[in-house]
């Protein structure tokens, strides 16, 4: 009963900035971690950044200290901001539930890094 959409992707230059939304309704964040993926062409779906119902954040290796994750309870909803893009930061974006049952995966949003 959980849906989630993401939004925000698009074609940015490498070194640009892109903020993802992930809009949930059926779930509180109070109750609920979160957590961004991201799928490149030819790899497997990876865990990029998770915010737990208390706040706490992780990140990979690969993009910690340029993405923040980030929550407005009020709304429902959780952000992505991804700076310093780059062109291995390529890949349709999906927000998901934790435990990852909870939800289905959405139709993610694309971010493409090139010049």
């Known amino acids: 009963q959980v849906q989630l959409v993401e939004s925000g992707g698009g074609l940015v230059q490498p070194g640009g900035s892109l903020r993802l939304s992930c809009s949930a309704s059926g779930i509180n964040f109070r109750f609920n971690a979160m957590a961004w993926y991201r799928q490149a062409p030819g790899k497997e779906r990876e865990l990029v950044a998770g915010?737990?119902?208390?706040?706490?954040?992780n990140y990979a290796d690969s993009v910690k200290g340029r993405f923040t994750i980030s929550r407005d309870s009020a709304k429902n909803t959780v952000y992505l901001q991804m700076n310093s893009l780059k062109p291995e930061d390529t890949a349709v974006y999906y927000c998901?539930?934790?435990?990852?049952?909870?939800?289905?995966w959405g139709q993610g949003t694309q971010v493409t890094v090139s010049s």
């Open positions: 998901k539930t934790v435990p990852p049952r909870l939800s289905s």
């Open positions: 915010i737990t119902s208390g706040g706490s954040t």
